[in-house]
């Protein structure tokens, strides 16, 4: 249940009430009425701000439709108290009852409370990663890899259809590149010696064992031939290999894709024609001269005809060339064939994550998206900044064979897999992160990861503890949902409560915003008053969690304890961590 949502219903129930007795005009706008947790608790448990977006079309003072709402307020089950503050907002208090059925709903529920309808089923595809297949994958891919993972679960728990894709970039220049670098070491694994690797070729040692298994496999055969003898056979060689490997680096980090997209696919059954045959009837293409890049002109730069999209159209600064002086496609058609590509699939709701260095690309997108959907879909780019890597106080290179950076392996091979999948959410992903790796394995209050685990971890030993003594009868989630919940009345008690009842709402939110990072913020501020309320419990034995001559006292609370863990075990899922019993 959002609560949120279902105060939001009764207060537009009201306002349809009083237009029926005519106390003010029908048919009011409602969209803009909200229901949310005030600013601060000692306003209330709720507030919305129906009086104020209402007032004017209703032709009243806002203070006085404030009254005359609250009034009708006053008499809904479970608001107790009612307060009209600043210009008009209605601020409301919940009866205490109201919170213990909110923790009976989470004990009933289990990890799928929170589930949710609000997605309606809408079919919504997120590609994330899709790093170039001409090398491991890096910490910032990891960084993204997180993010659009996380994201999908988290629709899905909101209630959309997701669909999880990988884009292949198997076609261009890159990709020649990479065999040309693999012939190298083919070469080499043939016996010849290989100094320097020459300017502009994939210098990692990853390439290495591609060289091998391609000696391996073909022997000497394209030892003296000319490249456009062996070309396309070494990339699609190569290309295979170096996705395997991403593959298994993406399956060590949790993450399993739908769809992989293939570019080289596209380019061969003709979508991009088919892009710019599109274009060409919505009059959205034609020759013309771009002007200079902005600032100093390189010394390169020549004014040619070109096939350029009239981005600018659709909100971009400049319109964008379709083909380079060669006659090829740009990145950008072929980037637009596959955004056709997906709308043709059902997806009108596309959200993509990229790297740091892509920034500059999102308005074409958009512009491209827009053009080619006819306005029917919407795209939403997640930038993901850079990612630091620190340990000791110190900026860290750990891998040795990638050549300049520190893959996602060796990543996860430091810390593991869930360390690096909470770490990765405890900033927003358009803001920079520095991640410590010392940092990351202390177990202190400093260390979010360690911390919510240690939340959870409390919780099992608590019941664990609570099994011994009474057995597991009286401890079962469904027992304690059983149990008299009403005994819960310290304010520590009522505001964890409060905190867990508002799951529903965060995985809405956090899902509509498209904002994977704030299920790591909300687990991190329930553990944080869970470890108050176990504080306070050592100080004062009056608050402890088990009360051994007061066993229904006690399952209440057992019931408080039993509905955090299961909270944090609901999040954990989204994030795609696993919940420790014990630490």
């Known amino acids: 249940m959002n609560l949120f949502q279902h105060f939001r219903d009764e207060i537009i129930r009201i306002v349809d009430e009083l237009a029926g007795q005519g106390t003010i ?25 129906a009086a104020m977006v209402l007032s004017k079309p209703a032709g009243m003072k806002p203070r006085d439709l404030a009254e005359v709402l609250s009034q009708r307020l006053a008499g809904i089950q479970w608001i107790t108290e009612t307060d009209i503050a600043g210009p008009g907002f209605i601020n409301m208090r919940l009866d205490s009852a109201f919170w213990h059925q909110r923790l009976e709903e ?7 409370y929170g589930d949710s309808t ?27 890899a997180v993010v659009g993972d996380v994201l999908a679960s988290l629709l899905e728990k909101a209630g959309y259809a997701v669909t999880r894709e990988y884009y292949v970039n198997d076609a261009g220049t890159q990709v020649d590149v990479l065999a040309r670098s693999a012939y190298l070491r083919y070469r080499e694994a043939l016996g010849e010696k290989i100094k320097a690797i020459p300017e502009g070729l994939y210098p990692g040692d990853y390439l290495i064992s591609v060289g091998e298994a391609l000696a391996k496999k073909f022997g000497d055969q394209w030892l003296d031939a000319d490249e456009r003898v062996w070309l396309a056979d070494i990339r699609s060689f190569a290309v295979t290999m170096m996705m395997d490997a991403i593959r298994e680096d993406l ?28 274009l060409e009837k919505m009059d959205l293409v034609y020759t013309g001269i771009l002007e200079p890049p902005k600032g100093k002109t390189p010394d390169d730069w020549e004014p040619r005809p070109q096939t350029l999209f009239k981005a600018s159209q659709f909100g971009d600064e400049v319109d964008r060339a379709l083909k380079k002086s060669d006659g090829t496609w740009t990145y950008f058609a072929t980037d637009m064939a596959y955004h056709l590509d997906k709308f043709q699939r059902g997806f009108k709701s596309m959200i993509d994550v990229w790297g740091a260095d892509h920034g500059g690309y999102v308005k074409r997108m958009n512009a491209a998206v827009g053009a080619v959907s006819g306005g029917e879909a919407n795209l939403d780019v997640k930038i993901c900044q850079m990612v630091n890597l620190k340990k000791g106080g110190e900026a860290l290179r750990m891998s040795k064979r990638a050549g300049t950076f520190v ?7 430091e810390v593991g897999r869930d360390v690096v999948r909470f770490m990765m959410l405890t900033r927003k992903n358009d803001s920079q992160m520095e991640f ?12 979010p990861v360690f911390y919510v685990h240690y939340a959870h971890a409390r919780c099992r030993s608590v019941l664990r503890n609570a099994t011994t003594e009474w057995g597991d ?27 867990m009842a508002a799951w529903p709402r965060l995985v809405e939110n956090a899902a509509e915003a498209h904002e994977p990072h704030r299920v790591a913020y909300y687990l991190n501020d329930l553990a944080t008053l869970f470890h108050a309320l176990w504080n306070k419990g050592n100080d004062d034995a009056t608050l402890r969690f088990i009360v051994s001559e007061d066993l229904p006292l006690s399952l209440a609370r057992l019931g408080l304890v039993q509905g955090v863990a299961t909270v944090i075990a609901s999040g954990f899922k989204v994030i795609g961590v696993l919940p420790l019993e014990e630490l």
């Open 436 to 447: 410590d790796l010392e940092k990351a394995l202390e177990q202190s209050r400093d260390n």
């Open 251 to 278: 399956k060590s980090l949790g993450i399993d894709f739908d769809v992989f997209s293939s570019e080289k696919a596209l380019v061969e059954k003709g979508s991009v024609e088919g892009v710019l045959e599109k």
């Open 118 to 144: 609000f997605g309606q089923g809408e079919a919504v595809n997120v590609e994330y990663v899709s790093a170039n297949p001409t090398g491991p994958l890096h910490v910032a891919h990891a960084r993204g």
């Open 473 to 499: 009868d009286k401890i079962s989630a469904s027992a304690l949902a059983a149990a008299d919940l009403n005994l819960l009345s310290d304010p520590s008690e009522l505001e964890i409560i409060k905190v």
């Open 25 to 49: 005009p029908a048919g009011l706008d409602t969209a803009r009425i909200a229901v949310e947790p005030p600013r601060e608790a000692a306003h209330g448990d709720i507030t919305t701000n």
């Open 407 to 413: 893959t996602l392996s060796d990543l996860i091979g």
């Open 106 to 112: 989470v004990l009933l529920a289990g990890t799928s």
